[in-house]
């Protein structure tokens, strides 16, 4: 898996169209014209993500009013992604990338190592696309705490 592509900024998002929570699918050519933030994360429900989702939730009034769309993806299916946002309250579109394509389109499928051993998962990584469609900023390996405000900062200085 080392040939993914690193996506930089500048460079045109690659396209995407996934299932979303609640049914029915997001494209990213529907967005054309909007900001879209579209932020991957590991796993629905374990401790870092659910920061994360409730974080983007948080601010989701923040991210609307400056005109962006923010969107979720993982690996996690619809059901999972439904069950993850009524047990969280979660006001952010969910994307299911079951069979990984997008995940490695965006770069974010990569080999991660936990208690010595070592496996494929999704790096957490966020990515703001301008109304263009291109990529305006790129964060890897992000962490939790003050990502999300710095995702809206960079939203509002579009």
């Known amino acids: 898996m080392s040939d993914t592509m690193i996506i930089e900024a500048g460079a045109e998002a690659p396209p995407f169209t996934l299932p979303r929570d609640g049914g029915g699918e997001i494209g990213l050519a529907d967005l054309r014209g909007r900001p879209v933030v579209l932020y ?7 401790p870092g993500c659910t920061r994360e989702a409730l974080g983007f939730t948080e601010h989701a009034d923040a991210f609307a009013e400056a ?6 993806v993982s690996k996690d299916s619809v059901s999972k992604h439904d ?7 979660l006001k952010v579109a969910l994307l299911s990338d079951e069979h990984g394509d997008v995940c490695e389109r965006y770069g974010v499928w990569k080999e991660k190592s936990m208690y010595g051993k070592t496996y494929m998962g999704i790096e957490r990584a966020t990515f703001l696309i301008d109304g263009d469609g291109r990529i305006a900023r790129a964060w890897r390996k992000v962490s939790v705490p003050g ?3 710095e995702v809206l900062e960079a939203v509002k200085a579009l």
Not at 40 to 46: C, E, L, Q
Not at 83 to 89: E, Q
């Open 40 to 46: 991957f994360y590991p796993k629905d429900d374990t």
């Open 67 to 72: 005109g962006a769309v923010v969107l979720g």
């Open 83 to 89: 069950r993850f946002r009524d047990k969280h309250g």
């Open 147 to 149: 990502h999300v405000e």
